[in-house]
């Protein structure tokens, strides 16, 4: 049903639950309420995803989660994991939220698996290999370590300096291509090894370019933006300078943080995707997620006593997007960000965006010390950019709104 959601509406287990009262009425709440906002498929989606967590967690702490997140007026499942856990946490012997585990400090992360009481060391980075195409260009940014191995046959072929075997080879890649510089070397009356040297080329521009639209694909961000397409005219308050600075991703290698404060509307998403995007485009590892799936994947891995390697594995992109950060109160989960913001602190770049002031952060991080502790790693030396709190969709709505009043009363 995750699959083909439309096939959950007149299904037979759907049925079954309604009539034995397991599918309540929040549930019926959340699923009209998701669908009326993210559309039919979408909005089923996210019913199906909220039906999946009574797999793990009492079913009395996921309806729990689901009213929780209606409080608050979201339709996102990964809060609604969230709220249920911190439910299922505080219904514990003692009332506790989480059990008691030490505070890592900056030279070493420690894990919240139970019985494991190892740490992992922040070290230096290790070394990446550079593409074939970039090997003579300075600043070129680090490439991937499992980048796929030829064919052994391909390998043998080219050791054997059958040029036969490699002219075809390039042929059956680039049959067009290589019909095309074969005449262009043919009229230039160029040497056999200017030939294979062209055809190479081509070759590692394509790889080159195949790989960087695979790093965009793989960042997962949920829709696509440019900061060329970003309007400043609309919204003022963003400085055009910083945006441009930004567009040429320096930031990223130093590793240092993008934080984006603004009330809704105002242009943060677009402001953290798009220079996600460019980095990606040139060579960065990104990864886009939201503060509320984050928490879940680790808290997940907690649970699985996977922790350590789910943190390195975040911890290792040279550029984390955590989006919608401060819209809940995250308890446990703010002791696990701090893991992900210490392994990366320094090291690799962090852009956060957040509908609150670094003041009001407090709310979400309910330990002050650890709330102070994030905020001085996210500011120092960090990009902060305010974009105000006039919302950009409000204006365009209440504008369209207004030219269709007068439109209808011209009319009448």
């Not at 995803?49 to 997140?69: F, K, M, N, T, Y």
Request: aromatic share 6%; glycine share 8%; proline share 6%.
């Amino acid at each position: 049903m995750a699959r083909k959601p439309g096939a959950l509406p007149g299904s037979v287990p759907l049925v079954q639950a309604r009539a034995d009262g397991s599918f309540t009425a929040a549930h019926e709440a959340f699923w009209e309420a998701a669908r009326k906002r993210l559309g039919d498929g979408a909005g089923t989606r996210a019913l199906i995803e909220v039906l999946l967590l009574h797999r793990r967690l009492p079913s009395a702490s996921v309806i729990a989660g689901i009213e929780a997140a209606m409080a608050a007026g979201t339709r996102s499942p990964d809060v609604v994991a969230v709220e249920a856990r911190k439910d299922e946490a505080a219904a514990r012997p003692g009332g506790h939220a989480a059990p008691a585990v030490p505070r890592p400090s900056r030279a070493a992360v420690a894990t919240l698996t139970a019985g494991t009481g190892r740490c992992r060391t922040t070290g230096a980075p290790r070394p990446r290999s550079l593409p074939m195409t970039s090997c003579s260009r300075a600043g070129t940014p680090r490439e991937e370590r499992d980048e796929r191995t030829p064919p052994r046959d391909d390998r043998d072929r080219a050791g054997r300096g059958n040029r036969a075997g490699l002219c075809d080879l390039a042929a059956a890649d680039h049959p067009q291509r290589y019909g095309e510089v074969a005449d262009i070397v043919g009229r230039q009356q160029a040497s056999y090894k200017g030939f294979l040297t062209e055809l190479l080329s081509l070759e590692c521009d394509d790889r080159e370019t195949r790989r960087r639209a695979r790093l965009v694909r793989e960042a997962r961000f949920p829709r696509f933006k440019r900061l060329e397409d970003f309007d400043f005219a609309a919204n003022p308050d963003v400085p055009a300078a910083l945006i441009g600075t930004l567009a040429r991703c320096q930031w990223v290698a130093p590793g240092q943080p993008l934080v984006l404060i603004g009330d809704s509307g105002t242009g943060k998403s677009h402001l953290l995707i798009g220079p996600g995007t460019t980095a990606a485009g040139a060579g960065y590892r990104v990864r886009y997620v939201t503060a509320a799936a984050l928490i879940n994947v680790l808290a997940e891995a907690a649970d699985e006593q996977m922790l350590t390697r789910v943190i390195g594995r975040y911890g290792r992109v040279d550029l984390l997007c955590l989006d919608e950060l401060g819209y809940i109160e995250l308890d446990r989960g703010a002791e696990l960000l701090f893991q992900v913001f210490t392994e990366r602190e320094e090291k690799n770049s962090v852009a956060v965006a957040s509908n609150a002031a670094f003041s009001e952060w407090a709310q979400a991080f309910t330990d002050p010390r650890l709330w102070a502790a994030i905020v001085d790693r996210l500011s120092y030396q960090a990009h902060i950019i305010q974009t105000g709190t006039g919302s950009y969709r409000l204006r365009t709505a209440t504008h369209h709104a207004t030219r269709a009043g007068s439109t209808i009363q011209g009319a009448s």
